[in-house]
């Protein structure tokens, strides 16, 4: 029940970052603004939940499959990127490589400082 309770909180900031995105004709996904939206809150609550932890644990495994080609609309406008498939392709490569690199420089950066911290206490 828990893991029900976390995605409908993502997928609850996902409908409302397209929500904004409508009302106020911003040309940014509403994916992206539901993750803005999402990471607002969390810097306010100063924690996860366990539900959402749950849910999100779920989706990383995927995450690339489900927030890079969403995000960039490729989806949506395929018809627009026909003849631009190298240009499409080579993006979507470079910047997934690019995302998870600065996620596993970032994660070593955060386990370092964790360790650090532990040897000081």
Request: proline content about 2%; charged content about 10%; glycine content about 10%.
């Amino acid at each position: 029940m828990s893991m029900l309770r976390g995605f409908l909180t993502l997928v609850l900031c996902f409908m409302l970052g397209e929500a904004l995105r409508l009302v106020f004709l911003i040309p940014v996904s509403g994916g992206v603004l539901g993750m803005i939206l999402m990471t607002f809150t969390l810097m306010l609550k100063g924690s996860v939940s366990d539900d959402l932890a749950a849910a999100s644990q779920g989706l990383i495994s995927v995450l690339v499959l489900l927030i890079m080609p969403g995000v960039v609309g490729v989806f949506f406008s395929a018809d627009q990127f026909s003849g631009q498939w190298l240009a499409v392709a080579g993006a979507l490569l470079v910047g997934t490589f690019l995302s998870v690199l600065t996620t596993l420089l970032l994660m070593a950066s955060l386990v370092r400082a964790g360790q650090r911290r532990k040897s000081d206490d």
